[in-house]
């Protein structure tokens, strides 16, 4: 028997435990069905579960549930990315707590093998917190991309893209961090809104005294750096400066006066200080026209020998007041303004970071970029929904070398060793490096090797066919590459899915030879915000934390509601209360299932929905194939939210608050037959229903599955049975009556409600007109209508009785004398009071809409609070007009 109430704690490591001790989430126990592969986008090491892991594991355990209850080979390939810079930071921060030598004082090799021992201790916390949402990973195959063999597969492409020209050393700008002393990546780069100043500095023009071009700034100790100014070639102001000279205050270096279009007429004085070895598009700039590259800070932010002697190790915000103060003591400032924008932190360090010229190594990204832009072009790849592909297309088309070294420990050491002289051995091993230096030299010669190590998202590019065997060419890899399905949030596109594009195409062929993607569609999906429309920061202070959300509601209420809210497109405003709400789903799931069981509902042996009679029962069966059809392709198409919608609205509302009242007297009846069909009816109902739930709520399902065996027990679990396909389509006839009974039944509700009808009380309801078709279902269905609409009578009739509210359905009259049950002139009165205050509401909201100042400045959440507010009054107003108008009808 099943419990009175459902406690998810009770049941959800208990299941868990059962399917992955059974071996339920294995690939490779089908080896005659079609393959099915997701790869897990690799979360870090030092990871924890937040909100959109949550969205985005849901999602690819839908897909993959569904897929395999569908009778395919599936393979959810499990992993953690090493996360290099956070890994690196936390067991520095350890070493600091725990008083301890630093890493440079502990040596390379110690420090590596620190971090090793962190990781198995602490590191992977998120994989179990995975496991608390239900994902079925094969967590037998679980992969790190710092193991061994991802470590050979990253070796392996490293050296032979260098080896066919696509990896190269070259100097250029990157985001360097200057607290934790590495080149970071850009969506490590936090952009801070700030308050700040644009100062206007006079530049003296060489040989024109008096004449000078104001540039304007944001970083006045930059200036130090400037080689050139920059000018639009068809701004007027100053084409007769153009191939002149201007000279660089407190330091007097010339500086060419360029033309070029990157200047904007329309900004400040509409010229531009050119600082290339400091700015990332004055570096481009700088590369048109030749200008020097002149690196002022070393990799502290302090200024360096190639500033002038008076500013000479200072910090750059030191040297920004006395530079400042220098120029204007010369008079060289023209005027300081207040002006806000946005100055770029690193996300791990906290401090601003600088774009800074160094040596780093670089992948030719746009020889890799062209066969991914022409694969998502032909359609080998898809992006749902379509319009990412634009997103995709306009980086891909406008991609820059991509700086794939970083100055950390804990990370892939680049496998390049350093001769005399500078020259570079690129090697698998360092055996190789000293055999192809004996070959350069003739002799045998001292190697270094360079001590950066690979930017994570390089291990990560590789991770479809890496975390598969490759390079080895393994059984899986031959079995599940291509994958079929990557889902991952909008912001990785170019750092990760863009790169797995490139490398795996590059790397990869199909069984012809031909370049092959790592997937066939890319769904994106969207952000989890908080309920007010905002993005969840720790400094807003409203993060939701899911596995709160899994501690007090179960894992199977927050799974739903992800996927319920999950529009393609569209943001997720994530209230608890919605979380509560399909908490009280699975209640009333539970509580359906439950009284099935009471009544004797059991699975019974060879039944064949298609032969019930009753019309009850052939309606539901229609209904069970309707709800399949909606859930499978909802999930096909990759609307989760119409799948899941589909799968609510015949739990909740056509299985539970119909099917079952409707029946009801069936299952106890003295009709045999009739009591025998209907159970049984019900109890494949239920199973079916399980079945189409089980993708988005595993645990619950699983366990009424279990609980509601027939005679001869469950051949197996639900996870791995069979998912609901070629039902009967039903009976159109039984559904036309079960949906009259339904809207007639629903109208009279709706008058009781509206009317103020007291619940005990029984009213009478006549049906006028129809025809011979109406009479046999009022006769038909005449005590269901009594029993679910709370009437004395039902009948038909001739004229409207006196006094009587109409409701209109289809070809009939619903005529329900009310005159002896309210007081008609009381409940007009009553209503006509209640428009009166919804026509100040919507007046008041209307006003406030119609006010372009407050639609202008207000958060866009407050105002579609607003609209919100005042859409569902204006429906509130619509319905009580509807109401008052029966009532003068009735009067």
Not at 48 to 56: D, E, P, R, V
Not at 485 to 504: H, K, N, P, S
Not at 787 to 800: N, Y
């Amino acid at each position: 028997m099943l419990d009175k109430t459902y406690n998810p704690k009770d049941i959800e490591d208990r299941i868990y435990e059962e399917w992955e001790s059974s071996g339920a989430f294995e690939c490779g126990t089908r080896p005659d069905a079609p393959s099915y592969c997701i790869v897990i986008p690799p979360p870090n090491v030092t990871g924890s579960l937040h909100m959109g892991h949550a969205l985005n594991n849901t999602i690819q355990d839908i897909l993959i549930r569904f897929e395999r209850m569908r009778g395919k080979d599936v393979l959810w390939q499990p992993g953690m990315d090493h996360a290099g810079i956070a890994t690196q930071m936390v067991v520095e921060r350890q070493l600091m707590e725990n008083q301890e030598p630093d890493r440079r004082s502990m040596g390379r090799e110690r420090f590596i093998e620190r971090v090793w021992e962190w990781k198995a201790e602490s590191g992977g916390t998120i994989t179990n917190q995975l496991r608390r949402l239900g994902a079925s990973c094969d967590w037998r195959r679980e992969r790190f991309t710092m193991d061994d063999g991802l470590s050979q597969a990253v070796l392996k492409v490293f050296v032979e893209l260098y080896k066919q020209g696509l990896i190269y050393k070259d100097k250029r700008l990157v985001n360097w961090d200057p607290k934790l002393l590495t080149a970071i990546s850009d969506l490590e780069v936090m952009q801070v809104e700030t308050k700040g100043h644009l100062w206007h500095l006079r530049y003296p023009i060489k040989d024109e005294p008096g004449r000078y071009i104001v540039v304007a700034t944001t970083r006045p100790e930059t200036m130090l750096g400037d080689s050139g100014v920059a000018v639009h070639p068809d701004d007027e102001r100053y084409a007769d400066l153009v191939g002149k000279t201007a000279v660089l205050p407190l330091v007097g270096r010339e500086l060419p006066i360029v033309a070029d279009e990157y200047a904007d007429p329309e900004q400040g004085s509409g010229a531009v200080k050119m600082t290339p070895a400091h700015d990332f598009n004055d570096f481009e700039v700088g590369r048109r026209h030749d200008l020097e590259l002149i690196n002022i800070f070393d990799g502290h932010a302090v200024l360096n020998e190639n500033a002038p002697e008076k500013y000479r190790g200072l910090d750059r915000f030191e040297a920004r007041k006395q530079i400042v103060a220098d120029l204007e003591t010369e008079g060289l400032v023209e005027k300081i303004d207040d002006h806000d924008h946005t100055i770029p932190y690193g996300d791990r360090s906290n401090v601003v970071t600088e774009p800074w010229l160094t040596d780093q190594w670089y992948v030719d990204a746009q020889t890799l970029a062209k066969p991914a832009i022409e694969a998502v072009e032909r359609g080998d790849t898809e992006f749902v929904p379509r319009n990412w592909e634009k997103t995709y297309f306009e980086w891909m088309r406008n991609i820059q070398p991509w700086c794939i070294s970083r100055q950390l420990w804990w990370g892939h050491q680049i496998p390049a060793w350093y001769g005399p002289g500078g020259e570079v051995f690129v090697e698998h091993s360092e055996a190789d490096a000293k055999a192809a230096a004996l070959a350069h030299y003739g002799n045998d010669v001292e190697l270094v090797r360079d001590e950066d190590v690979l930017d994570t998202w390089f291990s990560s590019a590789l991770w479809p066919f890496s975390t598969l065997g490759w390079p080895d060419q393994t059984p899986e890899l031959a079995r599940y590459y291509k994958t079929d399905v990557l889902v991952t949030g909008f912001d990785i596109i170019f750092f990760w899915v863009a790169r797995m594009m490139m490398m795996g195409l590059h790397f990869m062929k199909d069984g012809e030879g031909r370049p092959e993607v790592p997937f066939d569609t890319v769904y994106i999906h969207a952000l989890v915000r908080d309920e007010a429309g905002q993005k969840m920061s720790k400094s807003k202070g409203n993060i939701i934390d899911p596995l709160e959300l899994i501690e007090e509601y179960g894992a199977d209420a927050l799974r739903f509601t992800l996927a319920a809210m999950a529009a393609q497109g569209r943001d997720i405003k994530l209230a608890k209360s919605r979380v509560e709400g399909y908490r009280n789903f699975t209640t009333k799931l539970w509580n359906a299932v439950r009284f099935c069981e009471m009544n004797e509902c059991v699975p019974v042996e060879g039944f064949d929905p298609s032969t019930v009679k009753h019309t009850a029962n052939r309606w539901i069966v229609a209904e069970v194939a309707r709800a399949a059809e909606a859930v499978t392709k909802g999930i096909e198409a990759h609307k989760y939210n119409e799948a899941a919608g589909g799968i609510y609205q015949f739990v909740w509302r056509v299985f539970c608050d119909w099917y079952l009242e409707i029946v009801k007297p069936l299952m106890n009846g003295d009709d045999a037959e009739a009591k025998a069909e209907t159970r049984a009816t019900a109890a494949w109902v239920v199973d079916q229903m399980l079945h189409l739930l089980h993708p988005f709520m595993p645990f619950v399902t699983e366990e009424l599955w279990s609980k509601l065996a027939g005679p001869g027990g469950r051949k197996s679990k639900l996870i791995l049975s069979q998912w609901p396909a070629d039902l009967p389509s039903g009976d159109a006839a039984a559904g036309a009556q079960i949906e009259w009974v339904i809207r007639l039944v629903g109208e009279i509700r709706s008058v009781r409600s509206e009317m103020n009808v007291p619940a005990g009380a029984k009213i009478n309801a006549f049906v006028i007109g129809g025809g011979a078709d109406t009479s046999e279902l009022v006769e038909a269905w005449r005590p269901e209508v009594q029993r679910l609409a709370r009437l004395q009578t039902f009948e038909t009739a001739a004229d409207i009785p006196a006094g009587a509210v109409q409701v209109v359905l289809d070809e009939i009259v619903v005529a329900l004398p009310l005159a002896d049950v309210i007081d008609v002139s009381a409940e007009t009165e009553r209503l006509n009071r209640e428009l009166d205050k919804i026509a100040q509401e919507i007046s008041k909201l209307q006003a406030k809409l119609a006010n372009e100042k407050f639609v202008s400045r207000a958060p866009e959440h407050v105002v579609a609070e607003q609209r919100e507010r005042c859409a569902d009054a204006e429906a509130r107003r619509d319905k009580i007009n509807a109401a008052v108008q029966r009532l003068v009808g009735a009067a």
